[in-house]
């Protein structure tokens, strides 16, 4: 998908964009997912071949600001943070945006208060067939201005089509999470629905289908995510694998495998295709690249590793997970919880605790590699601060603008040959 989007001043980066233009120009088909390296001398940071926004956060904003800058005198509500980023919601609320609801479905402005003539976004996430009915007895068109990204639409479609041919639908996601309510509440028009967290789960919902354990175990781990009356052995005797589109790929793709050697051990390979729809063309594909590039930064070399983006965010939270397999990683929203060489704010998703840190530089030979990236709902503009305010604390750093020399001139040797 190619567009051209209004994206605001405030998140433009510069480095962080010469970079990946230069990349973009040098590997088009995108075959190298190796990282730059942005040598500073006394710092390096590794820059890797993908993350920041995505085809459908730039979406969401374009059509945000531009709904914003239009209508001035109206009343614009977002049913929820647009994308999991505080700083691009902070500058919505900035502008006259209020917010309808909480991430967690809290009801922060009743909605029998809207009129027809108010304006209501829905976010990147898409919103539920509950909630779009609501807006409607309002008088309000639910999707006039709609930023729900083009890759969950299609998860709802796959659904929607499975449901369709009679296939029971395992919703592998957050079943809290925006964005899996909102595919729950989809697909659970056209189909008995349940949501699994992980290959864990998806092995006892398997073990389930093949009466290893008890029928009444689904009611434990799945009674409170699944539609009403959902039979485990009736219901799973065709069904397909759909996603929430910021989870891991590597594990959407090992639960497919973990229900679908299921049903071989329960109805023999040459049945499997009638029992077990293939959706993996479901996957998105900005998660894979950006989870894909993170891979490629682990066969790197790095003292550290530094995540950028929203604390609510599960896409950056699974780079976190990556990361701190290998390097000490730290999760911060922006520069600011930076507040000194010696001092770091950082986010702990396995507490869900935002913790201070001391002396989080480690002592290291010269040159101190970093691995530095973000969540596809995070500004570049934010990694472009994070970047210069570690540099500041090294004495004797080349000036950015050297740095960048280099990468400027690839770019513009290449797009000039033939």
């Known amino acids: 998908m190619t567009k051209d989007f209004l994206i605001p001043d405030l998140y433009q980066s510069d480095i962080i964009k010469t970079v990946k233009n230069a990349r973009q120009i040098l590997d088009p088909r995108k075959k190298d997912r190796s990282p730059s390296v942005l040598d500073l001398g006394p710092v390096r940071f ?19 600001y531009r ?6 005198d109206k009343n614009i509500y977002l049913l929820s943070e647009m994308i999991h980023n505080p700083t691009v919601n902070r500058d919505l609320e900035k502008r006259g945006v209020r917010f309808l609801f ?15 003539d108010d304006i209501v976004i829905v976010p990147a996430f898409g919103t539920t067939v509950e909630i779009q009915e609501r807006l409607e007895r309002q008088g309000i068109k639910p999707y006039q201005y709609d930023t729900t990204c083009p890759f969950v639409i299609k998860v709802w479609n796959r659904g929607r089509q499975l449901g369709k041919k009679g296939h029971a639908l395992v919703i592998h996601g957050k079943h809290l999470h925006e964005e899996t309510r909102a595919t729950f509440s989809h697909s659970a028009k056209e189909a008995p629905c349940v949501v699994v967290l992980n290959p864990e789960e998806a092995q006892i919902l398997a073990d389930i289908l093949l009466e290893k354990r ?3 175990d689904f009611d434990i781990y799945f009674g409170m995510k699944s539609t009403d009356g959902f039979d485990a052995h009736a219901d799973l005797q065709r069904f397909g694998v759909i996603n929430q589109t910021t989870m891991l790929a590597t594990e959407t793709r090992q639960v497919m495998e973990i229900l679908r050697n299921a049903v071989i051990e329960k109805y023999g390979d040459a049945e499997v295709e009638m029992h077990f729809a293939d959706t993996s063309d479901t996957l998105c594909y900005a998660t894979n690249e950006n989870q894909s590039a993170t891979y490629a930064l682990l066969d790197e070399r790095a003292d550290m590793a530094i995540v950028v983006g929203g ?4 896409n950056t939270m699974h780079l976190v997970e990556l990361l701190e397999e290998r390097y000490p990683t730290y999760h911060i929203r922006d520069a600011s919880e930076i507040t000194s060489r010696h001092e770091i704010r950082h986010f702990n998703q396995w507490d869900g605790k935002v913790h201070q840190t001391s002396n989080w530089i480690p002592k290291a030979a010269e040159p101190m590699t970093i691995a530095i990236t973000s969540g596809a709902s995070c500004p570049d503009a934010l990694v472009d601060e994070v970047l210069l305010k570690i540099a500041n604390w090294f004495e004797g750093c080349h000036p950015i603008e050297e740095v960048l020399k280099p990468f400027r001139r690839q770019a513009d040797k290449a797009a000039s040959e033939p």
């Open 46 to 64: 590794l820059i890797p071949r993908h993350f920041g926004f995505c085809y459908g956060v730039e979406n969401a904003i374009d059509i945000a």
């Open 67 to 72: 709904t914003v800058e239009q209508h001035p």
């Open 102 to 116: 909480e991430t967690d479905g809290t009801e922060h402005i009743p909605m029998e208060s809207l009129t027809p």
């Open 311 to 314: 604390y609510n965010s599960s």
């Open 214 to 216: 008890p029928v009444t």
